[in-house]
């Protein structure tokens, strides 16, 4: 989310429309300070000199996405587009709002009519591609992703977001070698070593899958989730023990996770071991 760049002003008279930029500059200022409510009253007085700057309409939502109202801002954009229906990132930004606020139907249409506008922008081809995975639409996933990375392949999240939208349509060949991508990309990665850990266990390649849990476990330890699949691997590899320490682990992250151990079969000869209890059960 960015404010405004070029979009253009209304034409206002010229004291209105001076008075209005000053309100306009001083949103700006007061944003990149990080005065948000500072910058939304800047904005806010702006519109009411003048109702028809698209500038101060755009700006205004991108300030309520950034506090969380993405009501206030969808209205906002939307006020935008009305009076510069040609910008890009007003469309853009329509997407992000209401994919902030659940409609992914409607931050698909907006995304779509961004990149018809400027079709090079591999962010929006991402970000469609995520509304798309979220309504379980995944070969229009597929289809996004892959026409984000063919305006730049440089952007780790979005080789694993490919590769989340492949597993699911069951190519997990094909996923492993997105996951693999995003970790040559950033090897610092958590999720994409997580998600490779996954792709490899349900191949059968448990010691591979192990030491990509380990490093996700590595990069973030307190995870409880990242624990729960090392410990997974490690029971399939009859490693009963560092398997426990990790399950443990898990458990004392996320209490809830100890209901669900019954469904993992390789757990079966470890749900009774003292260290998965606590003194109050």
């Known amino acids: 989310m960015k404010i405004a760049a070029g979009i253009p002003v209304s034409s206002a008279s010229p004291t209105l429309a001076a008075d209005a930029a000053l309100f306009v500059e001083d949103g700006v ?15 806010t007085r702006a519109i009411a000199v003048d109702p028809a700057l698209a500038e101060a309409w755009f700006n205004l939502g991108t300030a309520y996405a950034d506090v969380g109202n993405f009501d206030e801002s969808v209205r906002c954009y939307r006020s935008a587009i009305e009076r510069q229906p040609e910008a890009h990132e007003a469309w853009y930004n329509l997407g992000f709002a209401c994919a902030g606020r659940g409609d992914q139907v409607a931050a698909i249409d907006a995304y779509r009519r961004a990149a018809a506008l400027n079709a090079g922008d ?15 639409r995944l070969d229009d996933a597929v289809t996004a992703y892959r026409t984000s990375l063919d305006q730049d392949d440089g952007d ?35 999720l994409s070593w997580n998600n490779l850990g996954n792709v490899l266990e349900e191949s059968g390649a448990l010691v591979r899958a192990k030491e990509a849990y380990e490093k996700a476990v590595e990069l973030v330890p ?14 399939r590899l009859s490693q009963a023990g560092s398997a426990i320490e990790h399950l443990a682990r898990a458990v004392e992250l996320a209490p809830e996770i100890r209901s669900l151990l019954p469904g993992f ?16 059960d």
């Open 29 to 43: 200022a007061r944003f990149g300070n990080g005065d948000v409510d500072g910058a939304i009253t800047a904005w």
């Open 122 to 136: 591999y962010e929006t081809w991402y970000n469609l591609g995520n509304a798309y995975l979220d309504l379980g």
């Open 156 to 190: 780790y999240e979005v080789w694993n977001n490919l590769g989340n939208a492949l597993v699911q349509l069951e190519r997990g060949h094909e996923a492993e070698q997105c996951f693999r991508r995003a970790l040559v990309l950033n090897p610092a990665y958590d």
């Open 222 to 235: 307190d995870h409880a989730t990242y624990r729960l699949n090392l410990a997974s691997a490690l029971a």
């Open 265 to 280: 079969a390789e757990f079966a000869g470890l749900l009774d071991h003292p260290r998965l209890f606590t003194a109050d």
